[in-house]
């Protein structure tokens, strides 16, 4: 089965927590906190597998989780780093994120990309030994992995893309021009999924051309199959749009023509300006000339290059895949969607559920809330280090600890960040 697109959840793995422990040793009366640091979360990272064709295994598996990172444990041992999760897609695959719709990364130009982060893993008591504080009987918690709602969309690689009504010659075309092997009967809808095949022009001169199955009028809202694989086309530099002109099922051409560029223009206003050579195929059968020719200066008054075929018998296949190779050398390459995506936090929680704890004149602070906004601070710079503070001032959490009897020069904690408190 051909799937090309597909809903998953990623989740990244949670940090270990620090553990809380002394060095216990013959002879030695202080060995002092040896509580070692919890282990890092795993990722999840997404990567091509060329071997692959289709979404067909997001089908029925629709959540992907790392592994979670380890304990720390006494004598200084940090613990384990959750295993990284990868997941390999076709190339050509375009991840976006669900609730936006935005693009988070073009699986085309490169072979991996890392979707969401694991979490920190959380201090060992160690961390928290001072002159004044030998024997810290607390550490911290691992922070949570990112967690993230895509869609996987596959938009194949192709250079040339076969547009044009069900049953005008697609498939037939393409097995002539290349050593694909669509399925080809006299009915409409036989291809039911987008067949490639590489077209070799010459010596050093070759191209992909993709059929695109059953775009039909309605297409671009739903109707037959042309809804679901419109996306196949974005990518194609060029189109042959090839039209029945044999007058077998009673069609005019020009309708034809103008329906089928209508579902592109109504899908992609850009598909309608994409060049197009424009293929009239079934010559050898048809038997109204005039048509042809009425049909011939219809396209050529639209500025667009006309072609008469048969792919069936083969006439006139070769000047259209070499005027197809000829305007492929003057276009730009491939496109490659950039990326438009941009995190939103995600305050979980709220300043009201902190717990504050205080051991000695450590002042600890926890909850939800406070980890995803450590998540969107940047500490090593100063702008992201005040924003960080103004924060905390604006949701109270100062008068919170003031309330609870702070002091001057007490030390505040939060997970990984540690900071004196100055009124």
Known sequence: MFVDKAGVVVKAGKGGNGAVSFHREKYVSAGGPDGGDGGRGGSVIIEVDKNMSTLMDFRYKRKYSAGNGADGQGKNKTGKDGNDLVIRVPNGTVVRDKESGAIIVDMSEIDKFRLVRGGSGGWGNRHFATPTRQAPR?????????????????????????????????????????????????????????????VYVGEGTSFVLADIPGIIEGASEGAGLGHAFLRHVDRCRLLIHIVDVSGSEGRDPIEDFEAINEELRRYNPELAERPQLVAANKCDIAHDDEAIERFKQYVEERGYRFFLISAAATTGVKELVNAAAAELSKLPPLTIYESEYVPKPRMQGSPEELVIEVFDDVWTIEGKWIEWLMKNVNFDDHESMMYFERVLRNAGVYERLERMGISDGDTVSIYNLEFEYVK
């Open 138 to 198: 607390f550490a911290k918690a691992g922070l949570p992995g990112d967690e993230l709602d895509i869609i996987l969309e596959l938009k194949l690689l192709a250079d040339v893309g076969l547009v044009g009504f069900p049953n005008v010659g697609k498939s037939t075309f393409l097995s002539v021009v290349s050593k694909a092997h669509p399925k080809i009967a006299d009915y409409h809808f036989t291809t039911l999924f987008p067949n490639l095949g590489v």
